[in-house]
C-alpha cells in the first residue's frame, strides 16, 4: 500500500518470555503488519536463541545475544561475532520509525542509537509506574540510582517520550520528563475471550460452586505483591472465609508461594493463553495488589473475560476503574486491606456481577489494538516532522 512504512520496534524482553511489555510489543507489531506496515522487533536472546526470525506476515524478530543478568530480568548486551553480524542486519534496513519500549534497559540505548544513526527521532514508551524492585533493600537502592544514570543517557539522545497510561506519564516527571502523549495498552477482548479452553479450574483443584474464586496471573516476583497476597489468604482461611485463590504465573516467589502451604491457594503454573482465559472467565475476581504497572495486561484481560479486578492503583488502573462500578481499588497494598476486601467480594457476589459486565463493556469500546497501532504510527510520525 503507498502509505506502508517500516517499523523497528525495540524491547528487552519479548516472547516466549510472558509479561506485559512482551504482549504488547507482539500484539502491537502484528496489528502494525495487519495494517500494512512491515514491523522489526529488536529483542535479546534472554528467552530464545540469537537469530532472525518470522513470526507473522509482516513481522520478523531479531534476537541479539545478551549476558541474561538477575535471571534474565536485565538482559545486557553480548557483543560477539553473533552480536556484530545480527546488528548490522539491523542497521543494513531502513526505517520510517523506532519506537523503545521502557527506558531503562541498555537494550534501549540500541534503539535510541540505531534511530540516531538514521538521522530519526525516537519514541519511548514507558511501560511503568515506579522504580524497579527486585525485593532486597541494598538492591533497590542501586536500582535507583542506576534509573536515573541510564534514563540521562537516554534523554541525551532527546527522544519524544509517551506512556501506557496516565500514571507513567505523571511518573516521567521524576525524571524531569515531559511526556506527550499515551499509548494505551489494549487488547482485542473478544478474540480473547473467545480463546478460552474452557478448562475448569474448579474441577482441576476441587472448588466448589459456592467458593468464591479469586485469580491472580502474573509473574510470581515482589513487586507483583505476591507475599502480601499470600498472607491476606492466610487471614481469610484465619476468618473462615470461603474463598479460593488460584495463582497462575512462574518466576522466583514460586518456591516461596508453594511452601506455603496454604489450604486457600492454588498454583496453577505457567499457562497458555487460552488456559489463561479460561481461568479468568471462571473467576469471580481477579486480584493483583501489584507495586507498579505501566496498563496491566492481565487487567485488560479480566475485563474482557467479565470478570471485576481487585486491584492496586497504578498504571492503567483509574482508566479501566474509574469508578466501584467498574472494579474495587485497593487504598494499598496490606495484607489486612486485601483480606478486607476479599471477603467484602464474598458477601457481595451481585455486585461483582454488575462491576464484571460494565468492564467487559468498557474494555471493548475503549481499549483495541487498532486504535493503540495508529496512535504508535502517528507518534513516530510527529516524532519526525
Not at 37 to 57: L, R, W
Not at 277 to 298: H, K, V
Request: charged letters at 25%; hydrophobic letters at 45%; glycine letters at 10%.
Amino acid at each position: 500500500m503507498a502509505d506502508s512504512k517500516r517499523f523497528a520496534i525495540f524491547s528487552a524482553q519479548f516472547l516466549p518470555n510472558v509479561g506485559g511489555v512482551e504482549k504488547y510489543t507482539d500484539n502491537l507489531a502484528r496489528e502494525l503488519a495487519r495494517q500494512g506496515h512491515e514491523v522489526v522487533v529488536a529483542t535479546t536472546d534472554a528467552a530464545a536463541p540469537s537469530g532472525i526470525e518470522k513470526v507473522a506476515p509482516g513481522v520478523e524478530v531479531v534476537r541479539l545475544p545478551c549476558f541474561p543478568l538477575i535471571g534474565g530480568r536485565m538482559p545486557m548486551p553480548r557483543k560477539n561475532g553473533e552480536f556484530k553480524r545480527l546488528w548490522g542486519e539491523l542497521c543494513s534496513r531502513s526505517y520510517d520509525g523506532v519506537l523503545v519500549n521502557t527506558r531503562f534497559y541498555l537494550h534501549s540505548l540500541l534503539g535510541l542509537k540505531l534511530a540516531e544513526r538514521q538521522g530519526l527521532r525516537a519514541v519511548v514508551c514507558e511501560h511503568g509506574s515506579a522504580y524497579l524492585t527486585f525485593g532486597n533493600a541494598l538492591l533497590d537502592k542501586a536500582v535507583v540510582a542506576y534509573e536515573h544514570a541510564i534514563t540521562a543517557r537516554v534523554k541525551h539522545y532527546r527522544p519524544d517520550f509517551y506512556a501506557v497510561s496516565s500514571k507513567g506519564l505523571e511518573w516521567l516527571s521524576t525524571f524531569g520528563i515531559q511526556g506527550r502523549g499515551v499509548l494505551s495498552n489494549a487488547i482485542d477482548a473478544d478474540a480473547f475471550r473467545a480463546s478460552s479452553s474452557g478448562r475448569s479450574f474448579r474441577s482441576s483443584f476441587g472448588i466448589k460452586d459456592e467458593t468464591l474464586l479469586v485469580s491472580f496471573v502474573g509473574r510470581f516476583i515482589p513487586e507483583k505483591g505476591v507475599d502480601a497476597l499470600l498472607e491476606a489468604m492466610r487471614i481469610i482461611d484465619g476468618k473462615g472465609v470461603d474463598a479460593m485463590l488460584v495463582m497462575a504465573g512462574t518466576g522466583p516467589l514460586e518456591d516461596r508461594i508453594r511452601s506455603a502451604n496454604l489450604g486457600t491457594v492454588a498454583v496453577a503454573g505457567k499457562l497458555s493463553a487460552p488456559d489463561v482465559a479460561a481461568l479468568l472467565e471462571e473467576s469471580d475476581l481477579f486480584c493483583l495488589p501489584t507495586r507498579s504497572e505501566g496498563f496491566s495486561t492481565s487487567l485488560l484481560e479480566a475485563a474482557a473475560c467479565g470478570t471485576p479486578s481487585l486491584i492496586t492503583d497504578v498504571g492503567g488502573v483509574a482508566e479501566m476503574i474509574p469508578d466501584e462500578t467498574y472494579g474495587t481499588v485497593l487504598l494499598d497494598a496490606r495484607p489486612e486491606t486485601i483480606a478486607a476486601a476479599i471477603e467484602a467480594a464474598a458477601n457481595d457476589r451481585g455486585r461483582l456481577a454488575k462491576q464484571g459486565a460494565l468492564s467487559f463493556e468498557r474494555v471493548r469500546a475503549l481499549y483495541s489494538w487498532e486504535c493503540t497501532a495508529c496512535a504508535v504510527a502517528d507518534a513516530c510520525q510527529d516524532a519526525n516532522r
